[in-house]
T-cell receptor, first 111, second 111 residues
């Protein structure tokens, strides 16, 4: 059974720092992995989507990598800003009818 | 282009009452999903649809019914609400790359 974990559960960093969020999974049979951010009381905003055949995706200050052999994805945020404060979720699509979300990492960027 | 919209945004029900949540998307996507998000449980798939006129059960379907009479709309129904159905409900629309686009959510409280 696929299990998804995200460590750390919470992270607090000073503004300007580069940081890495982790998403680990137990089964490498996935269609894709998607990173989202969720602001308190809001919906999910898609950040990056990595297909199973890809190794990484970049958008602005964000870079996501995927290593299926080790069961790991990382989300790298460069030069963090207070506006980056949110909960970050990874979601694995394991088949057309199954999506498994990680529990999330709550990020706080201190001005 | 509104993306994915959900109505209502908030609702309070008494135990035993019924209601329907509406999800609408204007991106011509075939796949649509309904999730619930609960503290400590993360997001879980309730029901999904792979096209107009088709629906299927997800991870936690009990107590819910769905219909997809039109491609752009996916309805989630609660026939007899229970306190255990207090949650935040999210709809997602999925494109051909299996990228998910989320609605803003419906916060439901059952007393």
């Amino acid at each position: 059974k696929q299990e998804v974990t995200q460590i750390p559960a919470a992270l607090s960093v000073p503004e300007g720092e580069n940081l890495v969020l982790n998403c680990s999974f137990t089964d490498s049979a996935i269609y894709n992995l998607q990173w989202f951010r969720q602001d308190p009381g809001k919906g999910l905003t898609s950040l990056l989507l990595i297909q199973s055949s890809q190794r990484e995706q970049t958008s602005g200050r964000l870079n996501a990598s995927l290593d299926k052999s080790s069961g790991r994805s990382t989300l790298y945020i460069a030069a963090s800003q207070p506006g980056d404060s949110a909960t970050y979720l990874c979601a694995l699509k394991t088949s057309y009818d199954k999506v498994i979300f990680g529990p999330g990492t709550s990020l706080s960027v201190i001005p | 282009n509104a993306g994915v919209t959900q109505t209502p945004k908030f609702r309070v029900l008494k135990t035993g009452q019924s209601m329907t949540l509406l999800c609408a998307q204007d991106m011509n996507h075939e796949y649509m999903y309904w999730y619930r998000q609960d503290p400590g449980m993360g997001l879980r798939l309730i029901h999904y649809s792979v096209g107009e006129g088709t629906t299927a059960k997800g991870e936690v379907p009990d107590g819910y019914n769905v219909s997809r009479l039109k491609k752009q709309n996916f309805l989630l129904g609660l026939e007899s609400a229970a306190p255990s159905q207090t949650s935040v409900y999210f709809c997602a629309s999925i494109d051909a790359r299996l990228k998910q686009y989320f609605g803003p959510g419906t916060r439901l409280t059952v007393t």
